[in-house]
Every structure is written in structure tokens, then in C-alpha cells.
């Protein structure tokens, strides 16, 4: 069964989380909330999640097609609930940007699978605020 584990590493809100394979993330909160500011907040790290998930799910259907994907970074944006506990998301938006030589059918394909059927976090997070997505392929601008 996998696991992980979490180490408090100051008096504060600073931890290291680790996996069985021995991969670290370190979490924290920022000073104005307490914290040490040396690790990603709780609530980043879901956001940095649903990139790293759905991100995997596209290079995978991306090398199926056998498009030449040379560059691929993603950026999310997201608000939260205001003076309510807890502080969930409201709204969560995707931005993929793409450069290779790309159909843009493939890749919207892609995008369309990997938010709406294979990645795990995408679908929780669905559960509690809507996802919006968009992409640009060589910066031309598409979106679901």
C-alpha cells in the first residue's frame, strides 16, 4: 500500500512530506500566516497536483499520437473561499503551453481527456469548484 509520511521540521507550520521511493516536498505557510515560508502551502501543493496529474495524463496521450511535443509547461490560477473555514477552492483555471510540431485536434484531445476522464485530482477537485482550461500550441490560444 503506498504511503507517506510528514515531518515537523521547526515550531512552526514547516514540514517535509516523503514517499516510500524517498521523494521529498516540503509544505509551509508564509510569514504574514504564521509560518516560515520554506515549502509550498497545503493548498498549492493540490494546485501543483492537478498540473503534475493531468500533465503526465497529456505527454502520455500526446506520445500515443506521436506528436512532437518540445516544450510543455503549465500555469494555474485559483481563487479561495474568503473569512470561511475551510478555505476551499471556488475556481480553479488551467493554462497548458505547448511548442512542438502539434496538431492542435491531438492536443485538444489531449487536454479533453485528460481533465474530463483520467486525471484523479481534476476529479476531485470537480467535486467542490469548476476547473476551466486553456492552451496555447507555439502561442496560438485554444480553449475547452
Known amino acids: 500500500m503506498p504511503k507517506v509520511t510528514l515531518s515537523r521540521l521547526d515550531n512552526k507550520f514547516h514540514f517535509v512530506g516523503t514517499n516510500s521511493a524517498g ?8 510569514p504574514d500566516e504564521g509560518g ?12 501543483m497536483a492537478l498540473g503534475g496529474c493531468s500533465g503526465i495524463d ?3 496521450v500526446l506520445d500515443k499520437q506521436r506528436q512532437d ?10 481563487e479561495r473561499s474568503q473569512n470561511e473555514t475551510p478555505a476551499l477552492f ?18 485538444r484531445r489531449a487536454v479533453d481527456l485528460s481533465i ?8 476531485i477537485i470537480e467535486k467542490t469548484a469548476p476547473i476551466t482550461v486553456s492552451w496555447s500550441i507555439n502561442g496560438q490560444h485554444y480553449s475547452l
Do not use: R, W
Open 23 to 30: 521523494n521529498s516536498l516540503h509544505l509551509d505557510t508564509s
Open 36 to 47: 516560515s515560508g520554506q515549502g509550498v502551502g497545503p493548498m498549492q501543493a493540490v494546485a
Open 58 to 60: 497529456i505527454v502520455i
Open 69 to 78: 511535443l518540445q516544450k510543455f509547461d503549465t500555469t494555474i490560477t485559483y
Open 90 to 107: 471556488n475556481t480553479l483555471h488551467v493554462h497548458y503551453e505547448f511548442e512542438g510540431n502539434l496538431d492542435e485536434d491531438k492536443v
Open 116 to 123: 474530463n476522464k483520467y486525471c484523479s485530482v481534476a476529479k
